[in-house]
Nanobody, 120 residues
């Protein structure tokens, strides 16, 4: 089992920035890819950013150029720097351990989530 604990959510005005952090513990040996997903009210969950153990990153089109994912393997942490936030970024954000299903990375483990609210 892997435990993921997020922090850093909150309320911010449009155009502002937030930095989310996630700490992984438990059975973390062998974890390769980590990521962040989000779920807005009435919408499906969306994987917005991923990063492999080697540092390769991938982003959803909706956040490219505004969000940056990074990780510290020594501390078992992953971060999401969110800039130029928009009201449509409002969602609960989840930290994920990802697995590759042959087509792409998908969430395997989930944190408890942290609320991000962007006011207009």
């Amino acid at each position: 089992q892997v435990q993921l604990v997020e922090s850093g959510g909150g309320l911010v005005q449009a155009g502002g920035s937030l930095r989310l952090s996630c700490s992984a513990s438990g059975s973390i040996l062998g974890i390769n890819a980590l990521g962040w997903s989000r779920q807005a009210p009435g919408k499906q969950r969306e994987l917005v950013a991923s990063i492999t153990g080697g540092g390769s990153t991938n982003y959803a089109d909706s956040v490219k150029g505004r969000f940056t994912i990074s990780r510290d393997n020594a501390k078992n942490t992953v971060h999401l720097q969110m800039n130029s936030l928009k009201p449509e970024d409002t969602a609960v954000y989840y930290c994920n351990v990802l697995v590759h299903n042959g087509l792409g990375y998908v969430p395997d483990y989930w944190g408890q989530g942290t609320q991000v609210t962007v006011s207009s």
